[in-house]
């Protein structure tokens, strides 16, 4: 197994006295791509605060390319090569999607001709308003506004909720896009989008990983899927084959 | 809003590269600032304070229209800096371009301080730190009588003709030609600082300065910065008024001068430059027709006017002009 880009090492975590990760580990390789599944509230985007410096890490560790970023104020990290896309996408509402873009982009290959050429309706919509913008538009503009900090790691938390499945389509299509040595952690309620996206996948309850395997396998085991997500794949038009 | 070829987007900054070609209003609104010289020769006094209140209001506007820091008390650093310029005068250093440079200096560093405990607060927080600061400094002068005079105004101010040639007389003209020239160059350094990488992150922080630094960018560093810029710019408008009327008195510290100038801000339009100098142009042609006429109504018409503009035209008279100009180009071919 090649050096991981990031490794996450026994980490405690939650808000203020609360804790809400325990004991959790994992580690993602440079090209790599991992599901981060479970039930509402089992704490998926407590675990992609903590990686960003938003929560408080009470024990563990944070290892970036070798070196433990834990300690790290939030908006170095991203300095770093993370690249985080918010469950509450938070788009820039009285900017256009142009600035929405180009407020934090760092050279590389993403900017703003390639983000287009991903997401070809903000092209669209270069000049409109981020409060204009369809929720499905939203998403976009959140996750190509991360690509313009040209992350080495993409870390998405739900980015298909409470989307029209037209939509959910273009996005898995642009996820599915990105180039080969992209690294991801996704983190989905569509459990069997997530899977046949990603080649690894955890499945935590309350806090604490109870699954690790590959995306290929756990997609098979219907049984697994059931007990920790309540999920029964066979209704689903994409859990076929 | 200009239209960018897609190729010129390939470039990390192509986008805001683009935004800084000067459009034919602008020029022809800054040439239009020299018709007082020849139309108005007897109103370059009134003319040169607007330019200095202009000033004071761009300063505002880089943390307020950009940063969305509310200050009530912004007055503490036009204050400053025209304490500053004045005493610098009277210990004997009357030359006034260095007298300005130093004034301005020293209320960046004053805004640099402040913007240590500034960038803690938000919101009703904020606002009251900045009223405190400005009541706290105004309180100060006013009891440190043996340095700044206190109520009876700073003695004994003597400013040097500009450049030994042009002497600040009472026609005004060289306090105008003064003012509006620093106007300009500092709102050649405000142009380049919003239409920056960092000018945008600026705006970034307004909307959600809590998950900008999720994105990178450092929150509180870059609002330091712009305070301290702001601060050097409003040092400076004080510096300017104490050296063309060669006065300085308290109400440069007062409460009313940092709650005109938001005023001044808001009527013209925060977050667009132009709109505190529109503001400033607006609301003294105004004061001086008014104060002929009937002088205790001045704030009855002037709160009128705020509360219909907040009301009808969010984005101050400016934005309201940049609608009317976008309706305006729909209907004619
Ligand atoms: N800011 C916060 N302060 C205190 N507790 C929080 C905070 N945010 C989340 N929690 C708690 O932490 C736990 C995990 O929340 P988290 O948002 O990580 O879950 P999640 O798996 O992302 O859920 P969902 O699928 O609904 O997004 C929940 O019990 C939640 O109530
Ligand atoms: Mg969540």
Redesign the interface.
């Known amino acids: 197994m090649p050096d991981p880009l990031l490794a996450v090492r026994n980490v405690r975590a939650g808000y203020g006295e609360a804790v809400v990760l325990d004991d959790v580990s994992f580690e993602v390789a440079a090209g790599q791509s991992l599901a981060v599944l479970g039930r509402n509230g089992v704490g998926k985007s407590t675990l992609l605060l903590t990686i960003m410096g938003f929560t408080n890490l009470v024990r563990g560790s944070l290892v970036w390319r070798g070196e433990e970023i834990g300690h790290l104020a939030p908006h170095q990290r991203p300095r770093r090569g993370l690249g985080w896309v918010a469950q509450e996408r938070e788009i820039f509402a009285s900017l256009s999607v142009e600035e929405n873009l180009t407020v934090v982009s760092r050279p590389g290959r993403w900017n703003l001709a390639a983000v287009f050429e991903l997401f070809p309706r903000l092209a669209e919509r270069r000049q409109v308003r981020g409060h204009h913008l369809s929720g499905g538009e939203q998403q976009m503009l959140a996750i190509a506004r991360t690509l313009m900090t040209n992350p080495s790691l993409l870390l998405l938390d739900e980015p298909l909720e409470g989307l029209a499945p037209i939509i959910v389509e273009e996005l898995t299509a642009a996820i599915r896009h990105m180039p080969g040595d992209s690294t991801l952690i996704l983190v989905e309620q569509h459990a069997d989008i997530a899977l046949a996206l990603t080649e690894h996948v955890i499945v935590l309850e309350r806090g604490r990983i109870v699954h690790r395997g590959r995306s290929r396998d756990t997609l098979r085991d219907p049984a697994l899927l059931d007990r920790y997500l309540g999920l029964t794949l066979s209704d689903s038009p994409h859990a076929s084959g | 809003?200009a239209t960018?070829s897609?190729?010129a987007?390939?470039?990390?900054?192509?986008?805001?590269r683009a935004q800084t070609r000067w459009r034919r209003t602008e020029i022809a609104f800054w040439l239009a600032t020299l018709l007082p010289f020849l139309l108005f020769p007897s109103y370059l006094q009134l003319a040169s304070q607007i330019a200095i209140t202009a000033l004071f209001a761009v300063s505002l506007d880089l943390i307020l229209g950009y940063a969305g820091i509310v200050s009530l008390g912004h007055a503490a650093f036009f204050g400053l800096g025209a304490y500053a310029a004045g005493l610098i005068s009277k210990f004997g250093w009357g030359e006034p371009l260095s007298g300005l440079v130093l004034a301005s200096t020293l209320a960046g560093v004053a805004g640099y301080g402040a913007s240590v405990v500034v960038v803690r607060f938000r919101h009703l927080a904020l606002i009251m730190i900045t009223l405190g600061m400005g009541l706290l400094l105004h309180e100060a002068a006013n009891s440190a009588s043996w340095l700044t005079g206190g109520a009876d105004g700073l003695q004994g101010v003597r400013i040097r003709p500009l450049l030994e040639l042009f002497s600040f007389d009472l026609w005004g003209r060289a306090a105008y030609a003064y003012a509006l020239l620093m106007l300009f160059l500092t709102f050649l350094v405000a142009r380049r600082v919003i239409n920056s990488?960092f000018g945008?992150?600026l705006?970034?922080i307004r909307?959600?300065a809590v998950?900008?630094?999720?994105?990178?960018?450092?929150?509180r560093a870059h609002v330091r910065k712009v305070y301290t810029i702001a601060a050097v710019m409003a040092g400076m408008a004080g510096a300017l008024l104490a050296q063309t009327t060669s006065t300085v008195s308290l109400e440069v510290l007062s409460f009313q001068r940092s709650a005109d100038v938001l005023v001044i801000l808001i009527l013209g339009g925060a977050g667009r430059l132009y709109g505190g100098i529109l503001g400033a142009i607006l609301y003294m042609v105004a004061r001086d027709q008014f104060s002929g006429i009937n002088p205790q109504y001045w704030y009855f018409w002037i709160g009128l006017l705020l509360i219909a503009v907040v009301l009808f035209l969010p984005n101050g008279i400016l934005g309201g002009l940049g609608r009317a100009a976008a309706w305006w180009r729909r209907v004619s071919p």
């Open positions: 809003m960018v897609l190729e987007l390939r470039g990390p900054h192509g986008y805001l990488p945008l992150s705006r970034g909307e959600n998950r900008m630094p999720a994105l990178g960018a450092p929150s």
